[in-house]
């Protein structure tokens, strides 16, 4: 009798990868021995286990990226997700972003991007294809747009991996 079920290489890869993020957020995090951080951060603001405020939701409805450089605060790493206050509009908002919910990753420092697949999502239009402002904001996401005047830049993504 043969197993037909199959390792699923892409899910493990994909979490892997989130490990990545969220290794390299602990040591931002450790602020005084931290390497210089300069991180992009997208993620789907439907996804399960985002906390943010509605007007940001309203505003960013499907993706958001947040940078994390100069002006963060209570950055705190979990193990499935992270917390940290921006200013939006002069007004700080706690956020809380469960790694599962990240859509791509540039640390611009060293030229470095990830790109995710999978995002579990509790709103039915995001899993679609996206709206055209998801999309735009994706498209400003590419580490090829962040710095033109680094070639060399390192992405990674997962459609590589992906059977056609």
Not at 45 to 53: C, H, K, M, Q, R
Not at 121 to 141: A, L, M, T, V, Y
Request: proline fraction near 4%.
């Amino acid at each position: 009798m043969m197993n037909t079920d199959k390792i699923d290489y892409e899910e493990l890869v994909d979490g892997a990868l989130r490990t990545v993020v969220r290794e390299a957020l602990k040591q931002v995090a450790k602020r005084d021995s931290a390497p210089q951080a300069h991180l992009y951060i997208s993620f789907n603001t439907f996804a399960d286990g985002v906390e943010l405020s509605q007007l940001l939701r309203e505003q960013f409805p499907g993706e958001m990226t947040i940078v994390l450089q100069n002006q963060f605060w209570n950055l705190q790493i979990a193990e499935d997700h992270f917390c940290v206050t921006l200013n939006f509009n002069k007004i700080p908002s706690d956020l809380i972003i469960p790694f599962s919910a990240l859509t791509g990753f540039v640390d611009k420092h060293t030229s470095f991007s990830l790109q995710f697949g999978k995002v579990s999502s509790s709103n039915p239009i995001e899993q679609s294809d996206g709206g055209r402002k998801q999309n735009d904001i994706h498209e400003n996401f590419s580490p090829e747009k962040l710095d033109q005047t680094k070639p060399e830049t390192k992405v990674v993504a997962l459609d590589t991996f992906r059977k056609r």
